[in-house]
């Protein structure tokens, strides 16, 4: 008992004395693979803006990037009503934004009014609009606001993670934060200097004042191999993603300095060209619309050597729509469509296929060939592509691999449909399913196997119509999840996506670093950059 | 000089019929992956090691041989067909036609041919044969690969245009047909040769430039431009720098080439 006192007497010392050893006037940097196109963060739209947005903005709601939980942050607390149509909020007091303006409740509603000016077309503002109508903001008091909506918004409370408060009475207008880091300088093409924002409200377990850092430097830099070779020579810290082959490169250099961190939120997956109107032949098309065609197709496809051989072990089989990182949403019940060349064979005879130990025929006569498009230049999909073509044959199914530069791909995969077998990615960066609201239902231009249907093609679509306007106007949490868990398991079960891959989120952080706690979801090294410190004994830690 | 030109004639010898007995001398068909051995080291079953999918790299090095030995001086055959009809014609007619001509050259060299190349793949069917996509990239490259060398072709037609037995021979009454065929094409054979043996190697790294741009030879043929991609995995190629042998035999085959077509053996 004694040395367990003793032990955790040293442990918290060591914990304490952890930013003591950290590094004065530290600047931490890193690299913006784009020019941010916007500082204001209600017109934020691209991964540079965003970060910006993440490092500098106070928001009323945080999604803790470890847990995925929400968390309050300037809101106190929050109430959701009406069946998810009103959300009331109440906001902490005695704070500044980063030029000494006091915060109120009046900055919240001159936000959100700002925010959802239909002028202003704000892609935040995008994301609450749920149907027609004027959003109602009223704040009684300085430490309390009301927001009503014109119809029931789902997930509501997560949409405010994205909503960074703006002053109502600032002269410097979004340029007043109240993020841990305010902008400093801007040389564009070049950096972005944040610098640590005095008035920010946090203060750590020991009552000193958050963040630890004094300012962090954005380099503006497109090239990853030069990435690359700055984070080898010790001039930037992080490195947030990393593919595959880059990993292993740095791995073999620096083992210390690279993390996978397991499946990210990202897929890759295949799928048939359903589209009634589109130029291929009448027997294609029924093979594509056959389920036991794609379940076929489905098994007869290796997701095991994908993850190997492709991705070098960085990965794991897919097995729909939602990722196991997705920790709330994700149909545990489900599993990966198993390799079996001989189910294949066995489905598709059974649907009068008929296989003479090279060449599969349909029934009426016809070889089964066809094409798979991909983007040109993506090293990956181009080898999973000839992998998948590899795996095919042995069924005695030919699939001729097509790149082609994207703005062709996108003409063929959404105007002309003149394609048979697409290979693609989806980036997802919102957990909750009504972000994939656009993917499932038949109406819409991203419903990608056949887009824009005037009423559902098939029955299982029709209930996935009904399963996801379900979950969407409900805020019910547990109803939600029962409704989007069925929706997995029709896509399970019909392939209209044939999923392949979840790959591993791969970052690279500096030893020099420390509490960092790298997780899969965006920004995925520094999430937690109020408590992140670089050490003047050249090594971090974890949290 | 004689005992190195034997050499590497020799060795074009060589590589020719390698190429062409690629089935019978490699191990293991090119397309075949060994997922179990990826990027694997040299071996006795895979000589130059194995590709990031585990393919053996000597085969498919062997047939990428075949391809581009038989397809990059086919195209570059081609190219210099058309600049020696147009720069020669252009060249010795003069006037009129020169400007036309030239006028045309510089237009087709002003085309942003990569992205007519990207359009000419765009509006191709998907369901062409690896065969098929290899024919079309080399005749496509041909196509668009001679206004370079027809200006060159030109400027050397227009130099014996003016020359002394050019009029001489047209002041003896020979045609003018005659004169081209006899007197202007045979002296344009130097420049006409290092035209054909220039754009070899270009076409073969256009291919494999191509292929990242989606127009190359397709999955799962090889080709030496399509091999030399593979040198963008810098870490792979350290760790086996048999990875380079597709840059080393581009290099040494280029310059047997040059060795053994001296164009003095070209002159009239």
Redesign the interface.
Known sequence: MRNHRLALLAASFLLAALPATAQSGAELRFVLRSEPKTFDPMLVDDEASETIRYLTGGVLIRVNRKTQALEPELGVSWKVSEGGKKISFRVREGLSFSDGTPFTAEDVAFTMQKLMDPELHSPTGDSFRSSQGQVRVTAPDPRNVVIEFPSAVAGLERLFDQVAIVSSHSPKKEAAVLGPFAIAEYKPGSYVLLRRNSYYWKKDAQGRKLPYLDSIRLDVQQNRDLELLRFKRGEIQLINSLDA?YF??LA?EAPAAVRDIGPSLDSEQIWFNQVPSSPIPNYKKKWFRSTSFRLAISEAINRG?LC???FSGHARPAVGPVSPANLFWFNKSLEPNPYDPQSALRRLQQDGFRFDGHVLNDPDGHSV???V?TN??N?YR??M???I??DLEQIGVRL??????FP?LI?RISRTF???LCLLGLVNVDLDPSAQMSVWLSSSSNHQWNPEQKTPATSWEAEIDRLMQAQASTNDQKQRKSYFDQVQKIVWDQQPFIYLVNKNALVAISPALANTSPVVLRPQTFWNIESLYLSNQGRGGDQ | MKLLRRTAAAFLIAVFIAALFAGVLVPVPYAKQFRDSPNAMPSRIHLLGTDELGRDLFSRLLYGSRISLLLAPAASLLATIIAALVGGVAGYAGGWLERIALGGTDLAMSLPWLFLLLAARAVLPLNLSPAASLLITFALLGFFGWAASARVICAGARGLRDSDFVLQAKACGCSSRRVLLQQVLPNLRPALFAQFLISIPVFILTEANLGILGLGVSEPLPSWGGLLRGLENWSAVQANPARLAPLLLLLVVVSCFQLVLRQEDFAP
């Open positions: 082959s292993e490169s073999k050597d190997r051989v492709v060939e066809f094409s498009v040109a230049g090293k181009e080898q592509a000839a992998m073509q590899q001729n691999i097509v790149t082609l530069d062709s003409e003149d394609y048979e």
